[in-house]
């Protein structure tokens, strides 16, 4: 069964730094997400991609964070500076269609910013 | 106002019972989709169940059901046949049409776990 897979599956790093998570979404899916779920509480909405641009970001996705698809099966996301309060669980989700359909979650990178 | 409640932080269920996790939604539009999504010590999200807004029937997948009343605006997971591989956590969520169907948004969270 196709599955979204996330890479690595941990990230440490030093504050200040810049770190790059990396998503394959299941291949037939034309809608990519990024969530985040910092340890003990829900997961949040971050953004979503489609057709190569933005579709709809959080408040929580500001200019410290970007996101790519660089080639046909990747789709990045880009933390430029990281702060201790960045540690989280990310997520990436992707979607056939966009209208009601379901999301599949990859197994997430638990980012730890020191 | 949450969007998504769930007020059962954490729920106890024996081997092979039935458990129901209660989920409360707040929206007002007519499109929406509820989901059911399981997250073990893992970290992983699984997907579930789900059921959109024009569906007639409740949706039903294996061992898991979900039970929409509309009226009372409540989407409660039913596990029939609790097994220990239940033990998880369990969250609830829902896809808005004027959110242009681009989010998910959460609950809490309700940790399940299954006693032998």
Not at chain 2, 18 to 23: F, G, Q
Not at chain 2, 80 to 109: H, I, N
Request: proline share 3%.
């Amino acid at each position: 069964e196709p599955e979204v897979t996330q890479t690595p599956s941990h990230q440490v790093t030093q504050m200040g730094q810049e770190v790059i998570l990396r998503c394959v979404p299941i291949s037939n899916h034309l809608y990519f997400y990024w969530y985040r779920q910092i340890l003990g509480q829900k997961v949040e909405f971050l953004v979503s991609f489609y057709n190569n641009e933005i579709s709809e970001k959080s408040e929580i996705f500001d200019d410290q964070f970007s996101v790519e698809r660089p080639d046909g099966s990747n789709f990045t996301l880009k933390i430029r500076s990281t702060k201790l309060e960045d540690s989280a669980m990310y997520f990436c989700a992707s979607s056939e269609a966009l209208a009601l359909d379901t999301q599949y979650f990859g197994p997430g990178t638990r980012l730890t910013v020191l | 106002a949450q969007k998504i409640t769930q007020t059962q932080p954490g729920m106890f269920v024996q081997e092979k019972e039935a458990v129901t996790l209660d989920c409360t939604y707040d929206t007002s539009d007519q499109s929406y989709g509820l989901f059911w999504y399981k997250q073990p010590s893992s970290g992983e999200m699984i997907f579930l169940i789900y059921q959109g807004s024009y569906d007639e029937q409740n949706a039903t997948e294996g061992r898991y059901s979900l039970n929409i009343q509309k009226a009372r605006k409540s989407a409660n997971l039913v596990i029939s046949g609790s097994q220990l591989g239940d033990s998880a956590m369990y969250f609830c969520a829902m896809r808005e049409a004027s959110g242009g169907y681009q989010k998910v948004t959460f609950g809490t969270g309700t940790k399940l776990q299954v006693i032998p």
